[in-house]
């Protein structure tokens, strides 16, 4: 028996439809193992495709919902990110801003501090002088009061300043030589080694 052409094609048709068509339990199937995969958006094609042609089924139902839950949390996680990632920015940056206040106070300060530095040391160096002189003058009226002989007198004129100190010491370094170390006796042999340890 020979079938005409419309016939075989329609049945060609029906035979493919029926091969094409999916139950519901593919699409669940298949939205499942998307999920499973971590490919959210292609469940969620199988899911939404599966209810347009079986909107009651139960199964496509709560793995949609599960879908939907899946995208809040992964919304709220990269949210809780941002936001974390956002706090440690701006403590950065408030961290940042007090380093450069307490750097701006230090160099503010440094200058003053110098300044005070140089007063006081330049007060101190009055002082030290005003009291050499007191000094010196107490002891040349000691000296005028007590009638010492001229011997006092050239004791205390060979004394120095440290200015003066300094150019003496200086004058002498080169004349210093270096201590040569020789030894006590030369090797007995030059064929035996000299032992150094």
Do not use: H
């Amino acid at each position: 028996m020979r079938l005409s052409l419309p016939a075989s094609l329609s049945l060609l048709l029906f035979a493919w439809q029926a091969a094409c068509a999916q139950t519901a339990d593919d699409f669940f199937n298949s939205g499942a193992q998307f999920y499973i995969s971590n490919n959210i958006a292609n469940a969620k094609q199988a899911v939404a495709g599966g209810l347009k042609r079986y909107p009651n089924d139960v199964k496509l139902k709560k793995l949609e919902e599960l879908l939907k839950q899946q995208q809040q949390s992964q919304s709220s996680q990269s949210q809780q990110n941002q936001n974390q990632q956002q706090n440690q920015q701006n403590q950065q940056n408030q961290n940042q801003q007090q380093q450069s206040r307490q750097q701006s106070q230090q160099n503010q300060q440094q200058p003053n501090q110098q300044a005070q530095n140089q007063s006081s040391q330049q007060n101190d160096k009055q002082q030290q002088e005003q009291q050499r002189q007191a000094k010196s003058a107490g002891r040349q009226s000691d000296r005028k009061q007590d009638g010492q002989t001229g011997q006092d007198q050239a004791v205390a004129a060979q004394e120095m300043s440290p200015e003066q100190a300094q150019r003496l010491l200086d004058a002498q370094k080169g004349d210093e030589q270096f201590l040569q170390l020789k030894p006590k006796n030369p090797p007995e042999s030059p064929k035996r080694p000299i032992k150094d340890w």
